[in-house]
């Protein structure tokens, strides 16, 4: 039997945080079929998440997920109890080589963002007329323009633009269609040679990443982590910018949810190393909100910390979502307390971006919540 921590970062463990609370998922390979039930058990003793990988030639390998506080506790059981000690070794050995994931820069284009240092706020901006938060608010010239520019005196690092409502129940459109919405905004605002802020292009459709990209955007959102556009991966490599992945099903099936959300990041996480696409490129989002139940949703963000373990800079977006909506019983232009509670929670756990609509409000949270959470942290 052998293991790795994976995070298919060449396999190097880097987390966040207080020891204790550290997390990671460490794969262990070639276990003899004798010993899957006695690790399943020690596993769910000790609190740590257990995922047996279906990949052909996979399927004598557990993936066990946790904070470094259950994985050394379960290390000590299996030292313990007999049987296995050679698991628990290999465990509390991965864990030795674990260390904090250092700041750093997120580069798009000629801007430079700070990542560790505080939070970053990605502003929304809907160009649909049918798009859930505002009702086609922003669908037109000028308004577009002029909510981008608002969003920045607000505060936005970011400024997200979507052609497509993803709102539950909503009717694809075609890459035209998308275009047609996309481009004049994004061509107005690129005419400013200063426009203070970066672009995002929020879209699945590699057709339309690549007119915004060749137009000068400096950043993709992909709802469904690459999976959707097999030639998605390829582009962002090719134009060399970061790439948001974010998790997405088409299914709330879950056996083990936040080890198989974890696990379905990582693949998207793969697709695009594939591609070329740098490490320093990559942004990973839990998907509030899409092939989840609200239950689910509030499960995952109880477990946001968790996510920190795939190495990788945590882009969050609740921002006026009908979880909130159902837990408050409130419309979608009443979500703001809501909102800030997720958001607050979400830097708490180690969230490097939240996507929000409430720019100045989400802000200050930010900034209140980045004064108390970040203090003593490790440069």
Same mark, same amino acid.
């Given at each position: 039997m052998k293991a790795c921590l994976h995070h298919l970062r060449d396999f190097e463990g880097e987390f966040m945080g207080a020891d204790s609370l550290r997390y990671c998922r460490i794969k262990l390979c070639q276990v003899p079929p004798e010993l899957m039930p006695l690790? &399943? *058990? =020690?596993?769910?003793?000790?609190? $740590?998440? $257990?995922?047996?990988? *279906?990949? &052909?030639? =996979?399927?004598?390998?557990?993936?066990?997920?946790?904070?470094?506080? @259950?994985?050394?506790?379960?290390?000590q059981r299996l030292l313990r109890g007999g049987g296995s000690a050679e698991g628990g070794k290999l465990i509390l050995e991965l864990l030795e080589k674990t260390r904090r994931r250092p700041r750093g820069e997120l580069r798009l284009g000629r801007f430079r963002l700070p990542l560790g240092e505080r939070t970053l706020i990605m502003g929304i901006l809907n160009v649909t007329p049918d798009s859930f938060s505002d009702g086609g608010k922003y669908y037109r010239l000028p308004a577009a323009v002029e909510r981008a520019y608002q969003m920045v005196e607000e505060g936005a690092d970011i400024i997200?633009?979507?052609? =497509?409502?993803t709102r539950p129940g909503h009717q694809r459109i075609s890459e035209a269609e998308e275009l047609a919405r996309v481009m004049p905004i994004i061509e107005a605002l690129k005419s400013d040679p200063h426009f203070p802020a970066p672009l995002s292009i929020d879209t699945y459709k590699a057709a339309v990443a690549e007119e915004a990209l060749r137009a000068g955007v400096e950043? $993709?959102?992909?709802?469904?982590?690459?999976?959707?556009?097999?030639?998605?991966?390829?582009?962002?490599?090719? !134009?060399? $910018?970061?790439?948001?992945?974010?998790?997405?099903?088409?299914?709330?099936? !879950?056996?083990?949810?936040?080890?198989?959300v974890i696990f379905e990041l990582q693949e998207s996480i793969d697709l695009a190393k594939a591609a @070329?696409?740098?490490?320093?490129?990559?942004?990973v989002d839990p998907g509030i909100g899409f092939g989840k139940t609200a239950e689910q949703n509030l499960a995952v963000l109880h477990r946001l910390a968790d996510f920190r373990g795939l190495g990788y800079p945590l882009l969050l977006g609740t921002s006026r979502k009908s979880t909130i909506g159902k837990v408050l019983n409130l419309p979608t232009e009443e979500r703001l307390e809501g909102t800030a509670a997720t958001v607050a929670i979400g830097i708490a756990a180690g969230v490097d971006i939240v996507r929000v609509h409430d720019v100045k409000e989400m802000r200050r949270v930010a900034m209140m919540t980045d004064a108390m959470v970040r203090q003593g942290e490790e440069d």
């Open positions: 690790l &399943e *058990q =020690e596993s769910a003793a000790a609190g $740590v998440g $257990v995922v047996r990988p *279906q990949r &052909e030639g =996979e399927r004598d390998s557990l993936i066990l997920a946790g904070t470094a506080k @259950g994985l050394s506790e379960l290390a997200d633009i979507g052609g =497509e409502s950043m $993709v959102n992909d709802i469904w982590g690459l999976k959707a556009d097999p030639r998605m991966g390829k582009l962002v490599a090719a !134009y060399g $910018v970061p790439v948001c992945l974010m998790h997405n099903r088409n299914s709330t099936e !879950y056996r083990d949810l936040v080890p198989e @070329g696409i740098a490490d320093d490129r990559i942004i």
